[in-house]
């Protein structure tokens, strides 16, 4: 049996979508996305596939890639180093604990036909970016630098769905504090990651992807 995990982009950010509503992705990501949704509804249909397609919103929590914005946000704090922050930072994400994705889809594998069948997961802790920024460094205690830098193509300025699901999510707060617990303690982890452009970069989209032989911002080696 495949689960395949999708993401909430692929609506678009015209309207609050539930699993059947139209699919408007809006940028080459979330198009690649929909457009992996339709083969998976297509080995369904054609060869009798058994698989679902699971759109979660922003998911977060420990071992999330240093890139990313909540990590990014921890690590740079943690070095004092400034956060870029894309536009004027009010584009609105959903986001959702790891564990609990995981946890719902341990459900929905007990639960499903394995037809092809499409759940929303979306978290219900709706924040802008710039929010989300200032409750982490809330959160571990710390003044957070903020440099407003310009914003991504194509950026989608809100993501929003509905499910008929019922479950239990942890809220933003509460995965932030065990969030930040964990790259605190881990460091071993993400210090190898850092020197990334993903990482380094304010605007990283515009630079090529190679890592720096002489810079490394967390050890100075």
């Known amino acids: 049996n495949y689960v395949h995990i999708s993401t909430d982009e692929v609506y678009g950010d015209e309207e609050c979508a539930d699993e059947d509503s139209p699919l408007r992705p809006s940028s080459p990501y979330s198009a690649s996305k929909a457009s992996a949704d339709l083969f998976v509804k297509a080995y369904v249909r054609t060869y009798g596939v058994k698989a679902i397609i699971v759109r979660p919103s922003n998911n977060y929590g420990p071992r999330q890639h240093v890139e990313k914005l909540i990590p990014k946000v921890i690590i740079r704090t943690l070095l004092n180093l400034p956060i870029p922050i894309y536009g004027d930072g009010k584009q609105e994400r959903d986001w959702i604990y790891v564990e609990?994705?995981?946890?719902?889809?341990?459900?929905?594998?007990?639960?499903?036909?394995?037809?092809?069948?499409?759940?929303?997961?979306?978290?219900?802790?709706?924040?802008?970016?710039?929010?989300?920024?200032?409750?982490?460094?809330?959160?571990?205690?710390?003044?957070?630098?903020?440099?407003?830098?310009?914003?991504?193509?194509?950026?989608?300025?809100?993501?929003?769905?509905?499910?008929?699901?019922?479950?239990?999510?942890?809220?933003?707060?509460?995965?932030?504090?065990?969030?930040?617990?964990?790259?605190?303690?881990?460091?071993?982890?993400?210090?190898?990651?850092?020197?990334?452009?993903?990482?380094?970069?304010?605007?990283?989209?515009?630079?090529?992807?190679?890592?720096?032989?002489?810079?490394?911002?967390?050890?100075?080696?």
């Open 100 to 221: 609990d994705t995981a946890r719902i889809i341990a459900d929905l594998i007990d639960k499903s036909q394995w037809k092809g069948e499409i759940y929303n997961l979306p978290g219900g802790n709706v924040y802008k970016n710039i929010d989300v920024v200032k409750t982490i460094g809330e959160v571990m205690g710390k003044e957070v630098k903020i440099r407003y830098v310009e914003d991504r193509p194509g950026h989608d300025r809100r993501y929003c769905m509905r499910t008929s699901l019922r479950y239990e999510v942890t809220p933003l707060r509460e995965g932030l504090r065990r969030t930040v617990e964990w790259y605190l303690n881990n460091r071993w982890w993400w210090e190898p990651l850092i020197n990334d452009n993903f990482f380094k970069e304010d605007v990283p989209w515009k630079v090529p992807n190679k890592a720096s032989d002489d810079v490394n911002v967390a050890t100075g080696r």
